[in-house]
């Protein structure tokens, strides 16, 4: 066995899992497929080093891992969500402001997760640790703090080797916990601990929200809502709360959209998600947004509508749909740098 396949075979197995820790403390998955690609070319350079002895494989690619994000996180600021910017908007008919020069949390692929069980990268969503809600309060710890959280709290890497890890002392790191615990706390992240409804529950819900989204049904859509139901739309720091505000905002889409549209399902961060498509110009239908739903027992309580247009190659979903058919077409996306954002804050490419 050559040294390529060696390492190939003991790393492997662990790149799931390094991919959703790298998430996990940047925010983006742009950003951790670019992390996780410099944590193995820094394994790969060092695998004749690697003492099995001293760390399990396991380890020793997370203290990578964790050295690399830690490092970018230098440069790097937090990535919010409109509602840990402000307070909701108070009418949905306000001019839409975007945030300039903000960095925004984005959402995760499940099928980056894969369906192995088994797979720490899949106990972790299953714990609730890869939510939207859990990600975006991340975003409020010093970086070191994250890295503690989540090697001693995600991964249940015992205190020591988290120690190792960060050059520092299993005393520091359990005081490093604690703040982190608490931090958390006040940032409000159990707020957004669901109760979750059954299977069946869960999508008849969800099934209901894609018939209504899907013929600009606004009453079948509120009615679908929590009483408290959030909506924001990053990269907008306008966000709205309550059925009357929902709906009436999402009907001013519609009046500016058409209602015409399609949507696909994927899932997001071990939450439900839909890709919504608006027709064009030509009769086919565009990628328009990706929006990620919590849900209830209660009812949706929380959608995260991302208007980034490279979310949907990442998510591995066609910029556009047959209009007969429903069908993927060809890729028809423009270059990244002719779209553009309109005044109606939702994303618009030219010709559509």
């Known amino acids: 066995m050559s040294i390529n396949e060696d390492f190939e ?21 742009h950003d ?80 980056l997760l894969g369906a192995d069980r088994n797979d720490p990268a899949v106990i972790m969503a299953a714990r609730g640790s890869m939510r939207l809600a859990f990600i975006a309060a991340m975003q409020f710890l010093p970086p070191r703090q994250r890295a503690i959280l989540i090697l001693r709290e995600v991964l249940d890497v015992p205190a020591a080797e988290v120690a190792d890890v960060l050059g520092t002392t299993p005393a520091a790191v359990n005081s490093g916990l604690q703040r982190a615990r608490a931090r958390m706390d006040q940032v409000g992240v159990g707020e957004d601990q669901v109760d979750e409804p059954s299977d069946a529950e869960h999508k008849a819900i969800v099934d209901e929200y894609v018939k209504a989204f899907e013929n600009a ?71 328009h947004t990706l929006q990620v739903l919590t849900v209830t027992a209660d009812g949706i309580s929380r959608n995260i509508v991302f208007q980034d247009p490279t979310l949907f190659e990442a998510f591995g979903l066609p910029s556009r749909l047959n209009a007969t058919t429903g069908q993927a077409l060809p890729q028809g996306r423009p270059p990244q740098s002719e779209r553009t954002f309109d005044h109606t804050g939702w994303l618009r490419s030219p010709g559509i």
């Open 9 to 29: 075979r003991q790393t492997d197995p662990y790149r799931r899992e390094l991919l959703a820790h790298c998430y996990q403390m940047l925010g983006s998955i």
């Open 217 to 287: 049904d606004i009453p079948g859509l509120t009615r679908l809502l929590t009483d408290r139901a959030v909506l924001e739309m990053p990269p907008f720091l306008n966000w709205y709360v309550g059925q009357a505000d929902y709906g009436a905002f999402i009907a001013r889409v519609f009046a500016m959209r058409g209602t015409d549209w399609r949507v696909l399902r994927t899932a997001a961060n071990g939450q439900p998600a839909l890709a919504a498509y608006t027709r064009g110009d030509d009769g086919a239908f565009h990628e």
């Open 32 to 111: 951790a497929e670019d992390l996780v690609q410099e944590t193995f070319l820094r394994a790969w350079r060092a695998f004749e080093r690697f003492d099995a002895d001293r760390a399990s494989m396991r380890t020793w690619l997370h203290k990578i891992a964790t050295n690399v994000c830690l490092t970018a996180l230098q440069s790097r600021g937090r990535r919010p969500l409109p509602s840990g910017l402000g307070g909701p908007s108070d009418d949905p008919k306000q001019p839409l402001m975007r945030g300039q020069e903000i960095s925004w949390l984005e959402p995760f692929p499940d099928t």
